[in-house]
């Protein structure tokens, strides 16, 4: 099993910045590629973003392209999303996924493990 943590979630004005952590723990030597999506209220969870430890490539939604930044740390437990230009649509609730395989999937159900979520709350 795989665990994961996210955080740095908040309330911030539009323009503004975050970054969400998501730290993973248990069998991380069983994932590969590592993706954060969003659920807003009264809307399907969709993608935002993907990188692959081992290739190092990145994926992004187009509506967060140019804005968002996925990156992971050092040791193979930590995954960013580095957020700027917030707008009032990027809130949601965002939860960190990690899936075996490098391929950057943007099909939630293609994520083994998923974390609880962090709320994003972007005030216009």
């Known amino acids: 099993q795989v665990q994961l943590v996210e955080s740095g979630g908040g309330l911030v004005q539009a323009g503004g910045s975050l970054r969400l952590s998501c730290a993973a723990s248990?069998?991380?030597?069983?994932?590969?590629?590592m993706g954060w999506f969003r659920q807003a209220p009264g809307k399907e969870r969709e993608f935002v973003a993907a990188i692959s430890w081992s290739r190092n490539s990145t994926r992004y939604a187009d509506s967060v392209k140019g804005r968002f930044t996925i990156s992971r740390g050092n040791a193979k437990n930590t995954v960013y999303l580095q957020m700027i230009s917030l707008k009032p649509e990027d809130t949601a609730v965002y939860y960190c996924a990690a899936r075996g395989g490098s391929f950057l999937s943007a099909v939630r159900g293609q994520y083994d493990y998923w974390g609880q979520g962090t709320q994003v709350t972007v005030s216009s």
């Open positions: 248990g069998r991380t030597f069983s994932t590969d590629a």
